[in-house]
């Protein structure tokens, strides 16, 4: 038994080494090739907006200068609305850096979570870990036909970064939070899309610490779970999942990053009808 243990805990270890460098390589590779263009047109933006000032100002002392236009070009000025031009120019290039910054942010997110862990701990901010990953998984969260967005709460307290292996943890959070809107989308079908307007989807995400610990409550009001798959659901290759949608991995390889890489420990309580909460505490 204790052989079995051992080297289905190996096969873990090598399994999520190898998933975390091909996403890691895979993320990486789209923040940097997102950054380039949109540092151009980052760049850009603010000139755009000094040459439309510049146009307008011309505009107007050109009115100023002779207020009777040719009739041709008053027809112009009215046939394009100069005037909604002028009001809405500045905003629509306004509304381009939002995007900008947007994307800007995504990349950020990006970066985060695909960060390459050395053989030695690196100080972490667990806040900037979780939200890197909700963004990631934001398609997911989104409105569909079968159901409502699901709503992200993040109720986060005040604690310090910590020592850790990042990307490992950011795919502990990665995997519980992909197996918590699972069972959101699995319970959504067994209920109206009224029913879940009236009482919404939601993962709420709890942070606090002490002297010792950092401790992570991720929740669902989901279906639940009964005592038996609870009571295997860490277990190597154990899923609930139709053949092809799931490989019972994911929280076995939760479970050996909080505990043996980082010597923290991650637990589960669950209420069938009534969701799930899985508890991690990572020590300081």
């Given at each position: 038994m204790q052989k079995t243990a051992?080297?289905?805990?190996?096969?873990?270890?090598?399994?999520?080494?190898?998933?975390?460098?091909?996403?890691?390589?895979?993320?990486?590779?789209?923040?940097?090739?997102?950054?380039?263009?949109?540092?151009?047109?980052?760049?850009?933006?603010?000139?755009?907006?000094?040459?439309?000032?510049d146009l307008f100002g011309l505009l107007d002392l050109y009115q100023k200068k002779y207020p009777d236009p040719d009739p041709d070009i008053q027809e112009e000025i009215d046939n394009i609305d100069l005037a909604y031009i002028r009001e809405d120019l500045p905003k629509l290039v306004g509304s381009m850096r939002e995007g900008i910054k947007r994307i800007k942010d995504i990349s950020n997110s990006l970066r985060t979570f695909s960060r390459a862990d050395s053989d030695a701990k690196q100080t972490f901010n667990i806040h900037e870990g979780l939200d890197s990953t909700i963004l990631i998984l934001r398609h997911r969260l989104k409105a569909n036909e079968q159901r409502p967005e699901i709503e992200v709460v993040t109720e986060y307290g005040q604690i310090p970064p910590i020592k850790c292996f990042p990307g490992q943890l950011n795919q502990v959070f990665m995997?519980?939070?992909?197996?918590?809107?699972?069972?959101?989308?699995?319970?959504?079908?067994?209920?109206?899309?009224?029913?879940?307007?009236?009482?919404?989807?939601?993962?709420?995400?709890?942070?606090?610490?002490?002297?010792?610990?950092?401790?992570?409550?991720?929740?669902?009001?989901?279906?639940?779970?009964?005592?038996?798959?609870k009571n295997k659901i860490f277990d190597h290759l154990f899923t609930t999942k139709a053949v092809g949608k799931g490989t019972g991995l994911g929280l076995a390889i939760a479970k050996q990053i909080v505990v043996e890489k980082h010597e923290g420990s991650i637990e589960v309580s669950s209420i069938i009808g009534q969701g799930s909460e899985f508890l991690i505490l990572l020590p300081l």
């Open positions: 051992a080297l289905q805990a190996s096969q873990l270890q090598i399994i999520q080494s190898e998933k975390l460098s091909a996403l890691g390589n895979l993320v990486a590779g789209v923040a940097h090739e997102i950054n380039n263009p949109i540092g151009f047109l980052g760049g850009n933006i603010q000139p755009a907006l000094g040459y439309i000032k995997n519980i939070l992909a197996n918590a809107i699972d069972a959101l989308d699995e319970a959504s079908q067994k209920r109206s899309y009224a029913e879940l307007q009236a009482n919404p989807n939601r993962i709420t995400i709890q942070t606090s610490g002490s002297e010792k610990y950092v401790k992570i409550k991720i929740t669902d009001n989901g279906k639940g779970m009964s005592a038996e798959v």
